[in-house]
Each structure stands twice: as C-alpha cells, then as structure tokens.
C-alpha cells in the first residue's frame, strides 16, 4: 500500500483530493493537514510514499524543510488552482485537470513509487545495522544499545528506521523472526 499526505487548506479542494485517491486499490492510508506548520512533522511520523502539496499555500521555508524531511524515495506532487500545460510533468496537477490526464499522473506516480519500494526491499543491511538488530531482536531497549555500542541512543532510532525501511519490518517480533532466519541470532537466544 502507498501511503498519501494532502497539503492543502482548502477544505474542499482536500475532500475532492480524498475521494479521488480512493478510487485507487493501491493507496491507502491517506492523511491531510491544512496546518502548515504541522506538515513537516506529519511527514516525518506519517512516512507517506506520496505528498501532495498545495503550491500556494505552502511557503518556500517550510517546503525546504519538508523536502528534507521526507524520505528520499518518497514524491513530492504539487497541486496547482490553476491550468498547467498539457505536457507539465507527473510531480505537478492542477486541480483543473481533467480525470484522464490526473489519473496518468498518478498511475505514473505509483509506478515510480513501487520502483523504488522494490529497490529499498533488495536493499541490504550494513554490519553496523545487523549489529543493532541482533540487539533489537535479543529485547534491549534504544538506551541499552546505545550504551552496548557506545553510540547515541538517536544513532540508535536512525539505524532502527533505516534497517525498517528497507526490511519493511516494523515489529519487534517481526525483526527478531528476521533475525532468526537470517542467522543474526539463534532460537536459544532469545529469550
């Protein structure tokens, strides 16, 4: 499922938005803000592969500091109120468009997005994320890895977000039978 963050303070505007990205199987959940404020932080906890953002709503500071948060495989689509050129490309809409050319935007949107999903799944974790995923999957908590490693417990949270985002794991218990089965840790070790 690809996951979607509306940036739009149009609470109509949003609605349309909302109802047309569900006639699509593949994304789902979908999250609006019309906060600006709140939008790089929802980005950050909500994760989503997609972000569409109204171009005059947001400011240039906050777009920066969004872009910067997002993942890096995620897409970025603005929205525009008025027309754009027929050939404007797939990382810009108008809400103008007509249900033909938005819907090859998006399809284009969510191809490019399961490309990248299947690139980050064939990803492989580096020593120093195994070694902080044995500890995961052995029950020690962010600090007593970071204590164990002697890194910082935030040098922790980003190994774990990074060995999650490429296994697609985001349980304990689903890291620690990844961990199993990849001989990370044994059976006996866990306790």
């Known amino acids: 499922m690809v996951k979607v963050l509306i940036v739009e303070n149009s609470h109509i505007i949003a609605i349309g938005l909302i109802s047309y990205l569900r006639s699509f199987q ?52 603005h929205v525009f109120n008025t027309s754009l050129p027929i050939d404007s490309p797939v990382n810009q809409i108008s809400i103008l468009e007509s249900q033909d050319s938005m819907q090859g935007k998006l399809n284009e949107a969510l191809k490019r997005i399961k490309s990248a999903q299947k690139e980050i799944v064939t990803e492989e974790l580096s020593p120093r994320e195994k070694a902080i995923l044995k500890e995961v999957a052995l029950g020690l908590t962010n600090k007593e890895i970071a204590e164990k490693t002697y890194i910082s417990t935030h040098t922790v949270i980003s190994h774990r977000k990074n060995i999650t985002r490429k296994l697609g794991i985001k349980t304990v218990s689903g890291l620690t039978v990844y961990a199993i089965l990849n001989n990370i840790i044994h059976v006996d070790d866990v306790s």
């Open 26 to 77: 593949e994304i789902e959940p979908i999250k609006v803000t019309s906060i600006e404020a709140d939008c790089c932080k929802l980005v950050k906890e909500f994760e989503p592969e997609i972000i569409l953002v109204n171009t005059s709503f947001i400011g240039h500071e906050t777009m920066a500091k969004l872009m910067e948060a997002k993942r890096e495989e995620a897409l970025v689509i």
